[in-house]
């Protein structure tokens, strides 16, 4: 089955398929167990993917806002991982302040 809401460009997909394989295992954790893990597991993909293609590390404060941002939403792995991206690439309404500076 197509996953519709699976980014189509990097990083985002990287970052969506961190999240969704660290997601698979909610079921074993108890909710702050899983949720730190998968905000760990994103801000180390994004850490590693910043390094290998010269862009700014994030903060795990910074993957926790852009998390925030996406709760809710119909979309949120996707939401989360396009505004992660976004702050690696300094890029959307953000700017290069990154998400410390909201």
Same mark, same amino acid.
């Given at each position: 089955?197509?996953?519709?809401?699976?980014?189509?460009?990097?990083?985002?997909?990287?970052?969506?398929?961190?999240?969704?394989?660290?997601?698979?295992?909610?079921?074993?954790?108890?909710?702050?167990?899983?949720?730190?893990?998968?905000?760990?597991?994103?801000?180390?993909?994004?850490?590693?993917?910043?390094?290998?293609?010269?862009?700014?590390?994030?903060?795990? *404060?910074?993957?926790?806002?852009?998390?925030?941002?996406?709760?809710?939403?119909?979309?949120?792995?996707?939401?989360?991982?396009?505004?992660? *991206?976004?702050?690696?690439?300094?890029?959307?309404?953000?700017?290069?302040?990154?998400?410390?500076?909201?």
């Amino acid at each position: 089955m197509t996953d519709i809401f699976r980014p189509t460009h990097e990083p985002a997909r990287t970052l969506y398929d961190v999240f969704q394989a660290e997601a698979l295992k909610r079921d074993k954790r108890s909710y702050d167990e899983w949720s730190m893990m998968e905000r760990m597991a994103v801000w180390r993909a994004a850490r590693d993917y910043a390094q290998q293609h010269g862009l700014r590390v994030i903060t795990l *404060a910074e993957v926790e806002k852009a998390e925030e941002y996406a709760i809710g939403h119909v979309d949120y792995g996707a939401k989360w991982a396009y505004r992660v *991206a976004e702050a690696l690439k300094g890029e959307g309404s953000f700017g290069n302040r990154g998400y410390d500076d909201i």
